[in-house]
């Protein structure tokens, strides 16, 4: 949300399968061991599978290339992903992941592959430490400073292009006059800047606590301003009394799942953070209500194993109009430029699902289709969260409401739509943001057509089967398969029409 970011686009194909194998189909919610052999039977036929059409995607028949990563087992299916390599170094965002389902014969149901052939591997005759790739990295973001984000964030491997595999070292900086997070990839001979981008996943402002936020819950934006955060008796009039579960008890907010690390340092001796939002301390609260909230949705649908952990949200520690999810630090972050950021749900849960994202498929949105998902995702979930949390018909397809009245002259006013029509590729621009309109529109449709719940359970379960390449068409059958796991596929007509409203296929 927020700044645009470049991404770069990469190979991706995904093709439904129906070809059945043998399986002892694993039934927990949870990850299963590697010692394990439920998981162990799983990642066999995964195997067999890939080698018996190693053709098909490419790929050498004796997998020697290959890397088993892991093994996600719920009730419904497993997903084993494997991570490309040469000379046992990884291919930068090169993976495939198999989707096998749960039946009493078990079934290959899956593959998204981002699998690349290459024709010869580049040779290099003097390689640069690390040390040096990272000074190369640091040069090239022409900012007055810049700093490691991470102790291991300088890592060997390779990246395919025309044909030839490239020695690079993939190295991750942060820029601290500009709030941006670069993963760069450098040349391991020369030293060449090969590509880069800013991993952070931002959002553009938003904003006791507010449900969801203090438009949206008043049925109209008339009469609410910030005002440099004074109180005012519209905006207190929105604020709703909840109940904060989860603290660890040592008097800050900081709890199952939300750590708030922010500028107000909000302490209660007694745990109770009664706040107006004159107060830095109200965006601590609403940080944590609703990233708590929204975490325990999540587990009341089944899904133990996503995300489940006490996430940092630093907040009002950044004062530009913008928020984001850090990759690279599993951490949130929002801004107080404008509208607060924290002051409103819909940008808290945006940015949440950016880390769902990342902690189902680790370096999700690779792709200038991927990235587009995830922002859609996003605002699927903020919007889908605002209206259940709202008894308002205001604001329907539309997501932060409260932060956009710094921006948007719209009635309501709203930092995207969920309604647009947007078609693909009629109407793909290349602006990340933008193009997420796309895809949220087929979400949001699909919890208009089966409810918010069977809707959201769907698209998580759909989540496991991509890879950090995968593009609309990956998703869209990832989709279909999940319903075909979950329910049976009853509601497989609806997401085939769903889709190709919005120009894409799910065959």
């Not at 700044?3 to 129906?18: E, G, N, P, Y």
């Not at 922010?262 to 009664?274: E, G, Q």
């Amino acid at each position: 949300m927020g700044k645009s970011k470049k991404v770069i686009a990469a190979l991706s194909t995904a093709i439904l399968l129906t070809a059945p194998v043998s399986t002892v189909a694993a039934k927990t919610n949870m990850p299963v061991k590697a010692t394990e052999k439920k998981e162990f039977d799983t990642r066999t036929l995964a195997e067999q599978y890939l080698k018996k059409h190693a053709k098909t995607y490419k790929m050498k028949s004796n997998l020697s290339d290959l890397k088993y990563v892991t093994t996600i087992s719920t009730q419904h299916g497993s997903y084993v992903r494997f991570e490309q390599t040469i000379n046992n170094a990884p291919v930068f965002t090169k993976e495939v992941t198999v989707t096998v389902t749960v039946t009493p014969h078990g079934k290959v149901a899956l593959v998204v592959s981002d699998y690349t052939p290459y024709e010869k591997v580049e040779t290099i005759k003097d390689k640069l430490s690390k040390d040096e790739a990272e000074k190369k990295a640091v040069h090239s973001m022409k900012t007055k400073t810049a700093e490691k984000w991470m102790a291991d964030s300088k890592e060997f491997g390779y990246i395919i292009k025309d044909g030839v595999a490239i020695p690079t070292y993939r190295v991750i900086v942060k820029t601290d006059d500009q709030g941006n997070e670069w993963e760069t990839y450098v040349h391991a001979g020369d030293g060449t800047v090969l590509k880069k981008k800013d991993l952070l996943q931002h959002a553009t402002g938003s904003g006791k606590v507010f449900l969801p936020n203090p438009v949206e819950s008043q049925g109209a934006a008339t009469g609410l301003n910030d005002n440099r955060d004074k109180d005012s008796t519209a905006l207190n009039h929105q604020l709703k009394a909840v109940t904060l579960v989860g603290l660890d008890g040592s008097g800050y907010l900081r709890g199952t799942y939300a750590n708030i690390n922010s500028k107000a340092k909000t302490y209660s001796a007694t745990n109770t953070f009664n706040f107006t939002r004159s107060s830095d301390s109200f965006e601590d609260v609403m940080a944590y209500y609703h990233i708590d909230t929204e975490q325990r949705y999540i587990q009341s649908l089944g899904f133990t194993n996503i995300n489940n952990r006490s996430i940092k949200a630093n907040v009002n520690t950044y004062t530009q109009d913008n928020s984001f999810y850090s990759p690279s630090t599993k951490e949130l972050t929002f801004g107080s430029g404008g509208v607060d950021d924290a002051e409103d749900a819909g940008v808290i849960i945006h940015e949440y699902g950016h880390s769902i994202q990342d902690n189902q498929v680790p370096g999700f949105g690779n792709s200038a289709e991927g990235g587009a998902m995830g922002e859609g995702f996003g605002d699927f979930l903020g919007a889908t969260y605002e209206d259940a949390t709202s008894s308002a018909s205001f604001g329907k397809a539309c997501v932060a409401e409260w932060d956009a009245t710094s921006y948007s002259s719209s009635n309501p006013p709203c930092l995207r739509r969920l309604d647009e029509n947007k078609v693909y590729p009629k109407d793909w621009s290349g602006e990340v943001h933008a193009d997420g309109e796309i895809w949220s529109q087929g979400l949001y449709e699909m919890a208009q057509a089966f409810g918010r719940d069977v809707a959201t359970k769907i698209i998580l379960q759909s989540h496991w089967s991509l890879t950090p390449n995968a593009t609309f068409h990956d998703g869209a059958k990832a989709i279909k398969q999940a319903d075909m796991a979950l329910y049976g596929g009853a509601h497989a007509s609806q997401i085939d029409a769903i889709w190709k409203a919005r120009g894409i296929s799910t065959n």
